[in-house]
């Protein structure tokens, strides 16, 4: 496996996970009420907290971002150029897992910062494909 593609494989669990996490946080889940709505249809789930809603939107973020990720990485395999790619695939990994936790935690001009790092990785890979 090219070591853009473990990349992607990192990126994935990444994703998974901040999903998870932005649910648990989002529905208490380490509750007995908020296990009761993680494994319900989520019709009616209490309001979430401040963290919480800030982790669901960090996951909705991350799943926003993987979409641009995941295109740019196939193109650069397909094209044979994945490993020119890897960096921006590297500095773009790497970014996400500061931007989670950064997020999540309400620190605001830091989470900017981070994010804009991460957008120079897709912008790194996308100029590999030029």
């Known amino acids: 496996m090219t070591s853009l593609l473990q990349i992607v494989v990192c990126m994935t669990a990444l994703t998974f996970i901040s999903i998870m996490l932005g649910a648990v946080l ?5 509750t007995l009420d908020g296990m009761k709505a993680g494994l319900s249809n989520r ?3 209490p309001e979430a ?5 800030r982790a ?8 926003e971002n ?22 921006g695939a590297e500095v773009f990994f790497w970014a996400r897992v500061v931007y989670l936790p950064v997020y999540i935690l309400g620190i605001t ?4 910062a981070v994010w804009g790092v991460g957008i120079a990785g ?3 890979m996308m100029q590999t494909l030029y």
Do not use: C
């Open 43 to 45: 019709d009616n789930l």
């Open 66 to 87: 993987f979409l641009l990720f995941i295109a740019l990485a196939g193109v650069a395999h397909a094209a044979g150029m994945g490993e020119q790619a890897t960096f």
């Open 26 to 30: 989002r529905n208490r889940e380490w």
């Open 109 to 112: 001009y830091v989470r900017s």
């Open 56 to 63: 669901e939107k960090a996951a909705q973020n991350t799943k």
């Open 49 to 53: 907290t401040p963290m919480g809603a």
């Open 122 to 124: 897709l912008v790194l």
